[in-house]
């Protein structure tokens, strides 16, 4: 079977950018080419034998009052708070919101993805990164449908709500350090090449340590990849927090704070720790990362990094309605093309499970 042509392919035969093929093609020049560009684009479409998408589905996608949100799993409060600020816009202007879990299945995510063409829908909105094989798919999708991804990457070549991963990871090592702790843990979910974001957050809270020259007493525990394969369940999270610290203190009983990647994981952290007896945050500290709205509820409430997740779903969804409403209106004949990128700076929100390190006697097996 024939490969589908894409803009990528046709970009390499000019020895031209992507975007400019896309631009060229689609008539959205928002900037000036010279003749020869166009030509050479036109030509290497043609040699490629490469069609441009008839506008009929693009104005099925305006009639359209329906917005799609690939999620990878509805478990963890976290897509749940972007899920509510998507939402909350989606309302406002009078759009429906449908939501595709993936469950992290590289088959499910590819079944949603040829969907899209066939249910044309208003916009979509990724809440997680799109797996590596389907990124070129996800930017063709963009080209003819407004794309918004909640991001974890560094660059995205489409609409993105950023996050610096590496900073967040900082930022706990530092509230760490700063109280005197020098011999900590990180526990996180499966760290592969498909998750990178989590990698990225445990680097930058090493490299703190580094420093200091105190990495030697830095654990990483993270979860085996299966993790990552089976169907998560409400719990799923929880229980890697709690497993991985019930080994972490046979291997390191002088442990004094523990970093969970997400505040799912920090709660089974904690409860690891108060069966083995162990005082939070008197003889071991617990910091996690999201502020879901179980951090501040609980009877000792986390300790954990504000990223200010769903008012990043509400400005994923106001980037959907104002490409939209852009699309609606030409500007002097021509339809305007813009990326739009927003960051959070990342805040650190102290409660009651950090403190300053403590002498503390070895604990002794019970008889």
Not at 258 to 265: E, Q, R, S, V, Y
């Amino acid at each position: 079977m024939r490969k589908k042509v894409t803009s990528t392919d046709i970009a390499k035969a000019a020895g031209v950018s992507q975007a400019t093929v896309s631009m060229v093609l689609n008539k959205k020049y928002n900037v000036s080419f010279s003749k020869e560009t166009i030509e050479k684009v036109e030509r290497a479409a043609a040699e490629l034998g490469y069609t441009i998408p008839k506008r009929r589905q693009r104005k099925n996608v305006k009639d359209s009052r329906l917005l799609v949100v690939f999620c990878p799993t509805l478990t963890n409060p976290y897509y749940v708070m972007l899920l509510q600020g998507i939402e909350t816009v989606a309302k406002e202007n009078g759009y429906g919101v449908f939501v595709c879990n993936t469950q992290r299945e590289l088959k499910l995510e590819e079944q949603y993805l040829k969907m899209m063409h066939s249910v044309s829908p208003a916009g979509i909105i990724y809440t997680c990164n799109p797996s590596n094989q389907f990124m070129e798919q996800v930017e063709e999708i963009a080209e003819k449908i407004p794309l918004v991804i909640i991001s974890n990457r560094d660059k995205v070549k489409v609409d993105a709500i950023n996050q610096d991963n590496t900073k967040i990871g900082s930022l706990m090592a530092r509230h760490l350090l700063e109280l005197g702790h020098q011999k900590v843990a990180f526990i996180a979910p499966p760290l592969t090449k498909r998750q990178a974001q989590r990698f990225r957050r445990v680097e930058g809270f090493v490299k703190e340590f580094e420093k200091e020259n105190l990495s030697q007493f830095v654990s990483i525990k993270a979860a085996d990849d299966h993790w990552d394969e089976v169907l998560p369940s409400v719990d799923s999270e929880y229980r890697i927090g709690y497993n991985l610290t019930k080994e972490l203190l046979k291997e390191r009983p002088d442990i004094t704070a523990i970093a969970g990647l997400n505040d799912m994981i920090a709660f089974g952290i904690i409860d690891a720790l108060h069966e083995e007896k162990y005082r939070v945050p008197g003889d071991v500290s617990v910091i996690g990362c999201d502020n879901i709205i179980f951090s501040r509820m609980m009877p000792m409430a986390l300790t954990t990094i504000e990223h200010f997740v769903p008012l990043k779903g509400r400005d994923a969804c106001d980037i959907i309605m104002k490409k939209i409403a852009t699309d609606a209106h030409l500007y002097q004949e021509i339809t305007p093309v813009s990326i739009y990128h927003i960051e959070y700076e990342p805040k650190l929100i102290v409660r009651k499970t950090t403190s300053y390190v403590r002498a503390r006697e070895k604990k002794q097996k019970n008889n």
